[in-house]
């Protein structure tokens, strides 16, 4: 099991920059693939940037790519979102979640763990 807790939200504003955050504990980070995604009110949880085991593959979603940037740091156990040239649809609570199942999909239900997640708000 792996516990995951999300930091770094906040209000920005349109064009700004983010990062989030997400600290694991528990067992092995490594053993893990990790994602973001967000859930925006009234609208399906969706997948945002997911990174592999080791760190060395990366995959946005098509809305993201471009201004966003999954990494992670194993001997930290954290993994990071940073989000560049927000716009005021990227409002949303993102998740971070992580996953033993292989190969990774954006499938949110294939996802193991998650976070409590984190608002990021864009407000001008």
């Known amino acids: 099991q792996v516990q995951l807790v999300e930091s770094g939200g906040g209000l920005v504003q349109p064009g700004g920059s983010l990062r989030l955050s997400c600290v694991a504990s528990?067992?092995?980070?490594?053993?893990?693939?990790m994602a973001w995604f967000r859930q925006a009110p009234g609208k399906e949880r969706e997948f945002v940037a997911a990174i592999t085991r080791s760190g060395d593959i990366t995959y946005y979603a098509t809305s993201v790519k471009g201004r966003f940037t999954i990494s992670r740091d194993n001997a930290e156990k954290t993994v990071y979102l940073q989000m560049n040239s927000l716009k005021p649809e990227d409002t949303a609570v993102y998740y971070c979640a992580g996953s033993t199942r292989s190969p990774i999909e954006s499938n949110s239900r294939s996802w193991n763990y998650w976070g409590q997640g984190t608002q990021v708000t864009l407000s001008s």
């Open positions: 528990g067992r092995t980070f490594s053993n893990y693939a």
